[in-house]
């Protein structure tokens, strides 16, 4: 019975889709907590259900790639990098992030998600002041709010996303027009995101 409950707490807490491998690897790790806890073991317990988080977080961070945008025509992309955190490093989350370049021109594409630290953040995105105090404007792109800033002097500029109260999406640009920056910005899968 607790085994069982171990398995539904953690798949829901997560949110996590694993491949069959990782699910093995998940449920053996869950098994050993379950039996170490039995005998008393709480280190023992800890440590496995703490492999099993990240190894589902891992999963979730391959899957969030997925979501990240496609080269623009004539671009290249860098492979995707994803970074799962445990809770004992800054509150744990998971990043994910991929960048692109054309000749001079780069653009950063980062998506963050499960971290404590974004609700501070969520909080802030939601005031119309915060934007104008960083000298950004508020736009929608995508169909999602967002805080714009680009300096058509420099070609600089960075997009800041708040997504579904749980993700933050940052699409940064150098030496690349607004046009650019905003095909990146609507190329990222937003839809799965909610």
Not at 85 to 101: C, D, H, K, P
Request: net charge negative.
């Amino acid at each position: 019975m607790l085994k069982r409950q171990l398995v539904t707490l953690f798949f829901c807490a997560l949110g996590a889709v694993c491949t069959p491998l990782q699910a093995d690897d998940v449920t053996d790790s869950i098994q050993e907590a379950s039996e170490a806890y039995a005998k008393g073991d709480t280190a023992k317990a800890l440590e496995s259900l703490n492999y099993a988080v990240q190894l589902m977080q891992q999963a979730k961070a391959q899957g969030l790639e997925a979501l990240l945008p496609a080269p623009l025509s004539g671009w290249t992309a860098e492979k995707a990098e994803s970074t799962a955190v445990g809770a004992a490093m800054f509150g744990g989350g998971i990043t994910v992030e991929r960048r692109y370049s054309k000749d001079n021109s780069s653009v950063h594409v980062q998506i963050v998600t499960d971290s404590p630290m974004l609700q501070g953040l969520m909080t802030l995105f939601s005031n119309p002041m915060f934007a104008s105090s960083s000298g950004g404007k508020l736009e929608k792109i995508a169909g999602q709010k967002v805080i714009s800033t680009y300096d058509a002097s420099t070609k600089t500029g960075d997009y800041q996303f708040a997504v579904a109260n749980k993700y933050m999406v940052t699409v940064k640009g150098d030496q690349v027009s607004a046009e650019e920056m905003q095909a990146y910005a609507e190329g990222i899968d937003f839809k799965k995101m909610q």
